[in-house]
Every structure is written in C-alpha cells, then in structure tokens.
C-alpha cells in the first residue's frame, strides 16, 4: 500500500495490499519476559524506549531485543546475551506441526499476496495455601490460540481461556452500601412515589453489604482471571459472581492489528489487559496492568522519533454481584484515553493526557482522538468522569532511572485545604529503579504510592438518555482501571530481581501497605472503591489519624524456571512469604484529626500468615 493512503481507509485497502515479508504485529502478553529484558535494555542505556502503550507487538519487542543483543560497547555479560538470544529465540517461527512447542504454523501466498496462519495451546495451573488460618486457592486454565498475518501489515488474533477453579474467601464485615443522592430532590428516601415523574428510578434504599478477603493471595495481587461470572457444577446455565466451591470459567480475548509507515503508526482493536506509561509493569496510576481487560480501539501515531500520541477509545463491563441483568443497569459507559509522550531516547520522558468515564451514547467527540476531553466534557452537559495524569522520568543510563507519576479524578483547588479535603482525590507515585551489576540482568526498586480517599470512585450520574444512574467510577468488572491498589491507601516497596540464568529468574520483595478500613463501626468514608462521594462535601481526611487502619506488612520471595531449552515444554513457579497485618485506631471522632494506637479485636484482628503458591504452565512462552 502506497504510504501516502489515509487510515480511514485500512479496513477496506489492507486485503490488496503488496507483501514482501511477513511480520507479526500481535500484542505479547504483559507477563511475557521480553518486557524486563527490554526495560533491563533501557536501563543500561542501550536501546532507546519504545512507545510507554502496553502490550507492544512482537514486532516491537524483537526489534528492541536486536538492538540489545548488537550493542557494540559490551555493556552485557556473556551470561546477559544468552538469556536475551533465548528470549528472541522463543519467537521463532516454525512451520507445520511441532509438538514440543504445542503449535502448529503454515505460510502460503496467493499471487503477489502472503499469508500466515498458527494455532497453539498452553495449560496453567496454579496452587495457593495460607497457613495458620487454613484457607486455599487453586486456577486451572487451558489456553487454545489462532493467530496469523494478512499481507505485511495486517495481523489478528483470537485466544479462549476455559478451566476449573476454587478460591476461598473470607468474610471481614459488613460495609454500608452509598444510598443514591439526587443532585435535584437529595437522598432517596426508599420511596420511589416521593421523587416526581422524572426521577423514577429503582435505587434501593441505604444497605450493608459484605466486604470480603482472599486469605490464600498476597494483599492486593488478585484480578480475576474470568469473565462476566463463573458456572459452578450445579448451575451451569447461570452466572454466579465467585468461585466459593469448585466452579468453571472461561475468557476470551483478541486483536485486529494494523502497521503503517514504517511502525510510525499502529492501530488495534482488540480486548486485553493493558499497562500505559514509562514505568514497568503494575505501577501505573490511569491504565494498569491488573485492569480487567476490555474491547477497545486503539492507536499510537508516532511523527518523529521523541513525540508520540496515543489514543484509546473502549466499552467498560460490569460488576456481577449475583444478578446479570441489574448488576449490568447502572455500568453502560465507555472509556477514553489519550496521551502524548515526549521522550528524548536515553535521558528523558515526559507525558501527559486525559481519560473519561463516560455513560453510553453515540458521540464522536471522546472518539475523534486529536480532541480534548478536558474541555469536551462541557460541550456535551458535564455528565461524565474526567481525570488528567503525568508522568515525567530522568534516566542515567548504566546506573538509574527516577520517576514521578500523578492521577487527578477530581479536585477543589482550594490552596488552605486542598490536602485535607476529601473532594480533593488524586494519586501520586515516585520511585527509583538502579541497576545491580553483580547480578545478571539485575535491578533494585524502591518506590511509594498514595492513593488519596475516593480516588477511583464517583457519585452516580443522572443523564437524559439513561434508564437509571449511571455509576461512573474508573472501574472495570469492579476492578480499578488504575493502581492495584483501593482509595486511602498507600504502599512503600522494596523489590531485589535477576535472571540468575537463562532459565531461572528470582525476586525478593519486601511491601508496607496501609489502608482504610472499609468495614466495621470505625470504617473511614473513602477507602472503598463502591464510595460515593457528594459534591458538596467538605468532609476532611487525616491519613491514619481518622478511624480504623490496616497495616499489612509483606515479605516474599519468587522464583521460575523453565525447562524448555531442554526439550521438556514445561515452566515452574513459586511464591512465597509471611504477611503481618496489624490495626490502628484514632481517638477522635470520624473524620477529626487524633493520635493513633494499636487495635486488636473480634472485628479487626491482627495476625501473621504464611502463604505459599506454586504452579506449572505446560507449553510455556520460554
């Protein structure tokens, strides 16, 4: 296809386009090594960043894992350069039918135009047990995959994930469910004849609802590895919300790529997790790698070397409680993002941009992806979650990078209180990541995150063309779309991490996460992500110093080891540590600032457990 075509027309032209040599432009899964390696690259200064929008594709990734292994000033020892030639090596691609790596792959022209097709599966299970208060976990998933290349630009793929699974949990209290407040009439009364001809809605009434645990997973790691709900034996033809007994599951995802101009312009619409900005996997604040995944169009546009735009545009799912269809009533929104990158190549990336939440309509103006949502919000009536985000990031290549990231959902720029209201919600995040040249590929992190109250959450929205209110909080299947972690928390980390060998990598973590209770009589409003704040609110918050907080202290170490270079197609993994959790108390009232002091108690119980988790994955990526 002659470069001087426009995008509008890709969909139509990308069948008659010219093919000379295949390429892959498929997403690779965020867990895949190739991302530390690459960012091991990045740190040591030899390649420069790609674009900070995850997944790359696998064009992406083996360009830059040739950069790494063609460096001409010895940065790598011989020990390095092998683990980054396994790395590259995995994305071969063999013809026919090869069992040893459970796939099969054929390439075929037709005329002047080529063809590629494989097919694959993997299976994974894991195993998890928290001692001394018994409580276990398992996931058993088998992986089927189709995939190919249409012509030299075009890719697609298709994956469905379906097995067996059992995770405990745990009930800690119950947490008052927001009631619905009218920006017009206030708080529902419970009487639905009280609120006039317009206001007609079926909100219930203020309730409790349970706040559970996952005893058998480290504080905060846990995203659910299935779709809308899962089937258990008894009732294979409904949804049930969690796998408390033994239950099925399954999920899907796919992608649709487009490659232009060189890689100066990708296009994707596709459902899979993602992870937006310059730091690794996990940390960011807006679009992180722990969100569930999600139908989406997206694309990067990258006009010169140091600037990139990127733009997201997709359809948000709902939360199962136990009901498919009222559950799904107050979740019909979309999502957009969009985020420009300046980044000089081995020193310094900046970037910021916006995302919206935003109830259901046809509107091409959060679509159109060079438009503002920051100020396109008030073109169309103000009904809709807005957040603005930035990332700035120094790097010294061979020794360190340092970073800064901020989220902000909403605020009142009120300089006399700006840090002590709970109208004012935002994160910010900073860190360092220096290399350790005693370890292969090693690298030590320490970094802080704050995720102030209500971050995340949002009041409910009343729009014109919506049957009840739309609840506009930056989630996703009740997952938040940003940090792993829940509003009024905030965690310090430590993590040590090396690829000892080719086929063995190893981490030791250390964690202090605080948060809010979200449960009990001395709960703090704001440390959930289902909160509701009012607008008008001037509530105050005093981080530790207003009720009830836990204090999880964490300790792991990690390691895997493949035995693929072997010939056995076959990776294991395992986790373990201890977790300390301990609660403090205020001695004043909600919401008033007061000293604090240790708690332990039949509502809030301090306590240490041991977990430990290991798993296998049967035709592993490497």
Known sequence: MKQKRTACFLLILMMAVSALTAQQFNSVPLGHTAYDVIEMGILRGIIVPPASVRPWSEFTIKEKLRGILNDSAGRLSQKELDIVSRVLSSFEKKGGLNLREGKYRSDYAAGRYRFSFEAGLNWESNFSVRVPDPATSTVNL?????????????????????????????????????????????????????????????????????????????????????????????????????????????????????????????????????????????????????????????????????????????????????????????YQNLFSLAM???????????????????????????????????????????????ALFMDIEFRFPGVAKIWGSLFVDEIRPALGSFFKLDRNMYAYQGGIKANVNWLPFGAVTLRYTKVEPYTYTHEYTDTPWNRVPADTAYLNNGESLGFYLPPNSDELLVRLESMLLPELRAHVQYQMIRHGAEYGPRRVDGSSLRDKIVKDDNDTKYFLRDGVYEWNHVLKLGASYSLKSRGIPLSFYTETGLVVTRFTDSDAPLHEEGSFSSIDNAVYRAGTGFIFSIGFKLYPDI
Not at 248 to 263: R, S, V
Not at 314 to 322: M, Q
Not at 359 to 370: A, Q, S, T, V
């Open 142 to 330: 088998g992986k089927i995959f189709l995939g190919g290349d249409m012509s030299e630009h075009f890719s697609w793929n298709f994956a469905i994930s379906a097995g067996f699974l059992g995770i405990d949990r745990e009930e800690l209290g119950l947490r008052p469910d927001p009631p619905y407040v009218d920006p017009k009439n206030g708080p529902y009364d419970g009487n639905p004849n009280s609120r006039g001809h317009y206001y007609y809605y079926d909100i219930p009434p203020s309730s409790s609802s349970m706040v559970y645990g996952i005893p058998a997973w480290f504080p905060y790691t846990f995203s659910k590895p299935w779709e809308a709900g899962v089937f258990p034996p008894d009732n294979l033809g409904g949804y049930a919300p969690w796998p408390d007994g033994f239950a099925y599951a399954y999920e899907m995802t796919g992608e649709l790529n487009i490659n232009l101009f060189d890689d100066h312009l990708y296009l994707r619409f596709g459902r899979m997790r993602r992870d937006w900005g310059p730091e690794e996997n996990g940390s960011s604040l807006y679009m992180n790698a722990m969100a569930r995944p999600f139908v989406a169009i997206e694309g990067t546009a990258i006009p010169f070397s140091w600037l990139r735009f990127s733009f997201l545009t997709g359809v948000l799912e709902y939360l199962n409680d136990g009901s498919q269809w009222s559950d799904a009533d107050p």
């Open 340 to 386: 420009l990158e300046v980044d000089t190549g081995k020193h310094f990336h900046f970037d910021f941009g916006s995302a919206t939440v935003w109830p259901k309509r046809f509107d091409l103006g959060y679509i159109f992806p060079i438009n503002s949502n920051f100020f396109y919000q008030n073109n169309v009536g103000d009904f809709d979650n807005l």
